[in-house]
């Protein structure tokens, strides 16, 4: 029994180049949040979105405030 949780490691990425997006497909709904580089467009797959919870969960790892775009 463990009595005290290891503290979540806030994880960084490139600010400046890349955006946090969820690449979302039309066909089945499959939702996957990620960083789209901003020059290139090509988009770094990083958690499945199952639901509320996964996404809160990503949002917070990385230090994300503001609503996500999502992709098709």
């Known amino acids: 029994m463990r009595l005290f949780k290891k503290k979540a490691e806030l994880l960084s990425y490139d ?3 890349k955006r946090p997006v969820i690449k979302a497909s039309i ?3 499959e939702q996957v949040a ?3 580089d901003i020059r290139t467009g ?3 797959e990083v958690m499945l979105i199952r639901n509320a919870g996964d996404l809160a969960a990503f949002k917070q790892r990385y ?3 503001e609503e996500l775009a999502k992709i098709y």
Do not use: S
Request: glycine share 20%.
């Open 15 to 17: 600010k400046e180049n």
């Open 27 to 29: 066909c089945n709904g």
């Open 34 to 36: 990620g960083f789209k």
């Open 42 to 44: 090509e988009v770094e």
């Open 63 to 65: 230090g994300i405030d």
